[in-house]
Nanobody
Framework: QVQLVESGGGLVQPGGSLRLSCAAS????????MGWYRQAPGKQRELVAD???????NYADPVKGRFTISNGNAKNTVYLQMNSLEPEDTAVYYC???????????WGQGTQVAVSS
C-alpha cells in the first residue's frame, strides 16, 4: 500500500520559517506530480504548491514569494520551505501525490503548522 508521510510541522512565530518534508513508500513508480495542500479550521482544503516530476512548479497566490517547493533527491520525495510565515498560514498541511497512468491520488496524514506569537 502506498503511504505518504509528512514531517516538519510545528509552532513558529510570525516571520519564522519551517521546512516540511514528504516521503512516499510502497511503490516503485515515480509520481507524475507531488504537492502540498492545507486546510485551516472552517475552510476547505486548498492547494499550496505542487511540482511535476520534471520540476515545473505552481504556487497559490498567498504563498508566492514566501514558500518554495522542491523535489528531493530520493524518488517520490518533496519539500516545502516556508519563510515569512503569517498567522493566516496556520493549517494542517497535507502531502499529495498523483500517478497519472492509474489516475490515482494519494494523501498523507497531515502535519500541523501553527503560526502564533
Amino acid at each position: 500500500q502506498v503511504q505518504l508521510v509528512e514531517s516538519g510541522g510545528g509552532l513558529v512565530q510570525p516571520g519564522g520559517s519551517l521546512r516540511l518534508s514528504c516521503a512516499a513508500s510502497g511503490t516503485i513508480f515515480r509520481f507524475n506530480a507531488m504537492g502540498w495542500y492545507r486546510q485551516a479550521p472552517g475552510k476547505q482544503r486548498e492547494l499550496v504548491a505542487d511540482i511535476s516530476s520534471g520540476g515545473s512548479t505552481n504556487y497559490a497566490d498567498p504563498v508566492k514569494g514566501r514558500f518554495t517547493i522542491s523535489n528531493g533527491n530520493a524518488k517520490n520525495t518533496v519539500y516545502l520551505q516556508m519563510n515569512s510565515l503569517e498567522p493566516e498560514d496556520t493549517a494542517v498541511y497535507y502531502c499529495g501525490a498523483y500517478l497519472s497512468g492509474m489516475n490515482r491520488r494519494y494523501w498523507g496524514q497531515g502535519t500541523q503548522v501553527a503560526v502564533s506569537s
